[in-house]
């Protein structure tokens, strides 16, 4: 009797199992051309107000980084140019660590595709060298301000550099150091009171 009562509930769940895939396959699939739409919708206001970095990571997936949506090879190209531009633009002002992280990301989402890659401003050798300039103008402003005694300015600084390049062993080692400096002098300072 047990096994009959077995057999027919699970002949009875597999008959649920096979209407819940029916009903659910009648359900159109979203279309393609709606998601693209969709995207455009969300993309094209922020590259109107220059936000390209955002509009960057709504086209990016994690598991493709560097190949734009499908039909969205122009918006990506606005976006990885125009952040290209804002760090040019952000280096020509001396703001170091806003160019290094406008290069760095742009770095993250480079094009794989070829034929978009090649529609790039700059290669991905030329971005990494921008990154590597503003890491070091970065390093040289944190030594300036530790050779001043002014040790919390220097060690802001260098944590403005790892926060872009956190491959930057000299600034990592730099804010270690001048961090036990300072909590040194500030015990020096508490005891003096």
């Not at 077995?6 to 895939?21: F, I, P």
């Not at 992280?101 to 290669?123: D, E, I, N």
């Not at 890491?135 to 600084?157: C, F, P, T, W």
């Not at 550099?161 to 956190?166: D, G, K, Q, Y």
């Amino acid at each position: 009797m047990k096994r009959w009562l077995l057999g027919g509930m699970l002949l009875n769940l597999s008959l649920l199992v096979s209407c819940a895939s029916r009903e659910n396959s009648r359900q159109p699939l979203p279309d393609l051309q709606q998601q693209e739409a969709a995207l455009n919708g969300k993309v094209a206001p922020l590259l109107g107000k220059k936000e390209y970095a955002r509009a960057l990571e709504l086209m990016t997936t994690k598991d493709h980084p560097g190949s734009p949506p499908e039909g969205m090879q122009r918006e990506y190209l606005l976006a990885v140019n125009g952040l290209l531009e804002s760090g040019e633009t952000s280096l020509a002002a001396k703001e170091y660590a806003e160019a290094g992280h406008a290069f760095t990301k742009v770095l993250a989402v480079y094009p794989v595709t070829r034929s978009v890659r090649g529609r790039v401003k700059w290669s991905a050798e030329q971005v990494a060298a921008r990154v590597d300039s503003c890491s070091a103008k970065l390093m040289e402003e944190g030594l300036l301000e530790y050779r001043r005694g002014r040790l919390a300015d220097a060690v802001r600084i260098w944590k403005e550099l790892v926060a872009f390049n956190p491959e930057y062993r000299g600034a990592r080692k730099a804010i270690e150091t001048a961090s036990r400096q300072l909590k040194a002098l500030q015990a020096l300072e508490r005891g003096s009171r």
